[in-house]
């Protein structure tokens, strides 16, 4: 089992659709990141979250870490073509030796 | 300029060969890591090297042996290459071990 599950896997729509996507997790994190990843790349950093409840907006993209930062969302509005790619949620555990952990990942297409 | 660069980006080798990638970080950050990407994109952590230290070694096979000369450098050597190893290698390097990850491009690494 995977600390940060990421739902769903796979995501196709079509131009000016909306979406949600999904980051679960039975662990407490003191803060969560939010990447994309596009194909031949390495994933690039889009927002971090601190704390519970936080809304963060990134031109069409929404974050937002549960109240119990043990989960997060990530919702677009009127996704394009452009907004296509790999989305990870990574996690950074409290207390010492803490690591950033990556979600499993949601792929996301969106088509003309 | 390029923030993480890791060489080479592509690696085609046979069984049971020894190969290195290397990667540098010109961000003045304090940790370097490094990350696989199997086939599903699920991203990985192997190793983390906090002031040239290993802070960070998950379950990774012994023939893995990460080198860093110095802060801005952590090098990757595998020796006697299986076909599992096959896989997107990606450095990456943050300030501190729950600061903004910033990757290289990754390295495609492909055992036959």
């Known amino acids: 089992t995977q600390l940060l599950e990421q739902s769903p896997q796979f995501l196709s729509i079509q131009e000016g659709e909306n979406l949600t996507v999904y980051c679960n997790s039975s662990?407490?994190?003191?803060?969560l990141q939010w990447y994309r990843q596009e194909p031949g790349e390495g994933p690039v950093l889009l927002v971090t979250?601190?704390?519970?409840?936080e809304v963060k907006k990134l031109k069409r993209l929404t974050f937002q870490f549960g109240d119990a930062r043990k989960d997060s969302s990530l919702h677009i509005t009127a996704a394009q073509p452009g907004d296509t790619g790999l989305y990870l949620c990574?996690?950074?555990?409290?207390?010492?030796?803490?690591?950033?952990?990556f979600g499993t990942g949601t792929r996301l297409q969106v088509t003309l | 300029d390029t923030a993480v660069s890791q060489t080479p980006k592509y690696l085609v080798t046979q069984m049971g060969n020894d190969k290195s990638i290397k990667c540098e970080q010109n961000?003045?950050?304090?940790?370097m890591y490094w990350y696989k990407q199997d086939s599903k994109k699920f991203l990985k952590i192997m190793f983390s090297?906090?002031?040239?230290?290993?802070?960070i070694n998950e379950t990774v096979p012994n023939r893995f042996s990460p080198k860093s000369p110095d802060k801005a450098h952590l090098n990757l050597h595998i020796n006697s290459l299986e076909l599992g190893d096959s896989a997107v290698y990606f450095c990456?390097?943050?300030?501190?071990?729950?600061?903004?990850?910033?990757f290289g491009q990754g390295t495609r690494l492909t055992v036959v």
């Open positions: 990456a390097s943050s300030q501190s071990m729950t600061g903004r990850a910033f």
């Open positions: 662990s407490v994190f003191s803060s």
């Open positions: 979250v601190v704390t519970g409840g």
């Open positions: 990574a996690g950074a555990l409290t207390g010492t030796a803490s690591k950033l952990t």
């Open positions: 961000l003045g950050h304090d940790t």
């Open positions: 090297y906090n002031n040239k230290e290993l802070i």
